[in-house]
């Protein structure tokens, strides 16, 4: 199928000739590995947790804030970069997300004290909004819908979940080796270098349509109540005794910010949702699933690694190799997924994806205090990374499928908005469940150890058992609300190795 030539040139005042040659590998490569970097940071500080709890002296029940405050700064701008991505240009500001992802990883690994750390975290969140959507919608402009999109669009699924693995097992060999700090040294050289070669691989792209007017109003209106909705949720299990009424009025006000988001866009002359996207059903569907698989997968990371290291006394090494078996079966998975998703439609893939990933998560709920790696974590892990993999590629095709050149920058910022809001609230919800009764359990341990793991098993239990019903959801809007399509332009098994 040979490029349409609105993707060729997404722009008449920016053709794509002005660009360097279009090398589609090239291209693919370089983008994917923007993504990929932005994906690991979400769950590369799980393993390195108790390190940091220890060495900044950060509490327990205030950890998830260490995860959720790049989640939340990710997710709260996506949007907004989207279309500023789609206007501006998609290059120039993957280029902007790159060098501000750098210097914030840098601050973060120069962090001395907690509110330093959560700080750069966010902006770190802020830079990786950049990157995602415009690496994203780079992506999708270059590559036509169909067979070579589905192609593209699975090796950025396989990655995407891949990395949350990856991070994981990165961070545990990272923080047994030079040290916690170096999770964000790491990133400082691959975004300073990423944006110096960027003009030398992929062309500038624009929204032919694009508008110079910005909904900024509606931007202001959704970051501050995603941002207030996501903070509220972690004072509930934070143990300073936050009054019960700042608690009610912060989710008050975040209702009423995301009320006077949607007021908003229905008057605004360029909003940055247009509502009427939501008529695509299975637009619609794919963001409601992935916000709910990605609260379980945060939670996954999150609350495993602390249950291997304070519960089963792994190391941060052994934490993270812990991690391999399931990077690898999630590959294995997306790359099953890839080549079903150009032979049959998305929706079935992905529901077998989800089913294997929910009998995972009762397997991890049902975990004992002296679990065995071998006969009790690996199963888990296996099923559970299998139905990652599998569902991780069909939900990025199925969110894309009937996307115009021009939107492409938007739907891209949909997505990942419902990815990365969904881990953050996904955490925030499993931990406000798990820590409930935090102080209570560990004061009835007396210190005991083997009492004091009992009771972290029981948090930790809780905490998965959010996760199961976060995949049970996600299986009943994939039932209900996605469309059963199969796509025309699925290509021939011949054309998938050439």
């Known amino acids: 199928m040979s490029i349409p030539e609105s993707v060729q040139s997404t722009a008449t005042s920016s053709p794509a000739a002005a660009g360097p040659a279009r090398r589609p590998g090239l291209i693919l490569a370089f983008l994917s590995v923007a993504g990929f970097m932005t994906f690991l940071d979400v769950s590369i500080v799980n393993v390195a947790l108790p390190t940091i709890e220890q060495k900044l002296d950060i509490s327990a029940t205030q950890l998830p804030y260490v995860v959720t405050t790049y989640g939340m700064l990710l997710g709260g701008f996506l949007l907004l970069c989207g279309r500023l991505a789609d206007t501006y240009g998609r290059r120039r500001m993957l280029q902007t997300g790159l060098v501000l992802f750098a210097l914030s990883s840098l601050v973060a690994g120069l962090s001395q004290e907690a509110v330093m750390l959560i700080v750069a975290r966010g902006a770190q969140g802020l830079g990786a909004a950049f990157i995602a959507t415009s690496a994203l919608s780079l992506l999708t402009s270059n590559f036509a819908e169909g067979a070579e999109r589905n192609k593209a669009l ?116 360029a909003p940055l949702i247009p509502l009427g996207i939501f008529r695509r059903a299975s637009l619609r569907a794919a963001n409601m699933v992935a916000l709910l698989l990605l609260g379980n997968v945060v939670t996954l990371f999150f609350f495993a690694s602390l249950f291997m290291q304070q519960v089963l006394d792994y190391s941060p090494l052994k934490t993270g190799l ?177």
């Open 154 to 269: 699975g090796v950025w699924g396989a990655l995407s979940g891949l990395a949350a693995v990856a991070g994981v097992t990165l961070g545990g060999l990272l923080t047994d080796g030079p040290g916690w700090r170096w999770i964000f040294f790491i990133n400082v050289p691959i975004g300073l270098i990423g944006a110096f070669v960027a003009p030398m691989v992929v062309g500038e792209s624009k929204a032919a349509d694009r508008n110079s007017s910005f909904d900024i109003a509606g931007a202001i209106a959704l970051t501050a109540g995603l941002v207030l909705l996501i903070f509220t949720l972690g004072q509930t299990v934070d143990d300073s005794d936050v009054p019960t009424g700042r608690i009610t009025v912060g989710f008050v006000l975040a209702g009423l910010l995301i009320l006077a988001f949607l007021l908003i866009e229905r008057r605004a002359k």
């Open 322 to 498: 812990a991690y391999v078996p399931l990077a690898v079966i999630v590959a294995v998975g997306a790359g099953v997924a890839s080549q079903l998703v150009t032979k049959i439609a998305a929706k079935p893939v992905l529901l077998v994806g989800l089913l294997f990933t929910l009998g995972g998560m009762l397997l991890l709920h049902r975990t004992p205090v002296h679990s065995s790696y071998p006969t009790d974590i690996l199963p888990a892990f296996l099923i559970t990374g299998l139905g990652l993999g599998l569902s991780f590629v069909p939900l990025q095709v199925v969110a894309f499928t009937g996307t115009k050149e021009n939107e492409s920058g938007l739907a891209a910022g949909l997505i990942n908005t419902s990815q990365e809001v969904g881990g953050a609230l996904g955490l925030a919800v499993a931990a406000t469940y798990a820590f409930r009764d935090l102080d209570k359990l560990t004061s009835k341990a007396h210190g005991v150890p083997e009492l004091v793991h009992q009771a972290r098993t029981t948090v930790f239990h809780d905490a998965f058992l959010t996760g199961v019903v976060l995949v049970a959801a996600a299986f009943v809007v994939a039932l209900v609300l996605l469309p059963f399509t199969k796509s025309s332009d699925a290509p021939d098994p011949s054309q998938l190795h050439g």
